[in-house]
């Protein structure tokens, strides 16, 4: 059988190590055909993309600093070939300020969130335009925090707010190229980024014991979804949140919830 993205080159950025969302979705997207270019955010990182860049049909590996102009410059002179698809999963923020009340965030902290987690895509679709393939995908990474308040979440909510209003506008004024913007809201998985949350354990398994389909998200749940996305099984869709959270958003009150009341 023909696979869905053979012959389809890319883009991922965000990749952390074996354990990342990222990885998860380059697997998948190469599982279905696709070949792609890695980037790594510093050195100690670079050693964990180099040998999980040898798994897959990769184009080349580069560095990336979201928040650097010049770096994204780089990046995007170091494609050799045309795009047609590109996945950002990329977002930080202070882990100090994961704690406690949003009120205290800081100015510092706050700018430098919205900027490498939310600016960044707008950013980088710019100066990758030239590379980018006219009917390309899209597609960047959020998370259910960013409509509804989640404890230890905090700024990082603020950011995927603005993320998926980005998605939205960029959608539009991508849309005249048919290049389609989406985003996958991912439910809680043990990742790296996951771990800097404060009790992310407790957050993470109560996700599982309320939300419709009661078992942990893999890597694979969001990753086939993203072939969805990255493919032509979605020439239609754009601006959308795709929730992968077995359901979890659509839940307003459990029976566990209930318990003792």
Same mark, same amino acid.
């Given at each position: 059988?023909?696979?869905v ?22 697997k ?7 070949s792609?270019?890695l980037?790594y ?15 897959i049909?990769?184009l080349g ?6 928040s650097d102009t010049?770096?994204?410059?780089s ?7 045309n795009?047609?698809f ?7 923020s202070?882990k ?10 800081? !100015?510092?902290n706050?700018? !430098?969130?919205?900027h490498?987690?939310? &600016? ?8 990758f ?12 990474l959020t ?9 230890s979440?905090n700024?990082?909510g603020?950011a ?11 959608a ?8 389609r913007?989406n ?9 790296l ?12 398994? &109560?996700t ?5 389909? !009661? ?5 694979d ?13 979605? !020439?239609?869709?754009t ?15 459990s ?7």
């Amino acid at each position: 059988m023909t696979k869905v993205l053979e012959g389809k080159k890319g883009l991922v950025v965000g990749i952390a190590n074996d354990h990342s969302i990222a990885w998860g979705i380059a697997k998948c997207l190469h599982e279905e055909g696709a070949s792609m270019y890695l980037t790594y955010q510093n050195d100690s990182i670079k050693k964990r993309v180099e040998p999980l860049s040898q798994k897959i049909n990769c184009l080349g590996i580069m560095p990336c600093d979201v928040s650097d102009t010049s770096s994204l410059e780089s990046v995007r002179d170091g494609m050799k070939d045309n795009i047609d698809f590109f996945v950002h999963a990329v977002a930080y923020s202070d882990k100090n300020e994961l704690s406690g009340k949003y009120l205290h965030t800081t !100015k510092d902290n706050f700018l !430098k969130t919205l900027h490498i987690s939310a &600016y960044s895509l707008t950013e980088m679709l710019r100066i990758f335009s030239p590379k980018i393939n006219d009917n390309a995908s899209v597609m960047a990474l959020t998370y259910y925090g960013s409509t509804r308040y989640m404890q230890s979440y905090n700024v990082m909510g603020v950011a995927k707010a603005a993320l998926e209003t980005s998605i939205k506008y960029l959608a539009v004024d991508m849309g005249d190229r048919g290049i389609r913007v989406n985003a996958i809201s991912a439910g809680p998985m043990r990742t790296l980024a996951g771990a800097v949350i404060n009790k992310s354990r407790q957050i993470y398994n &109560y996700t599982i014991n309320n939300s419709p389909i !009661k078992k942990p998200l893999t890597l694979d749940d969001i990753g086939k979804s993203s072939v969805y996305l990255m493919s032509d099984l979605s !020439k239609g869709v754009t601006g959308e949140i795709l929730y992968v959270d077995n359901g979890y958003n659509k839940v307003g009150m459990s029976v566990q919830d209930l318990a003792g009341v």
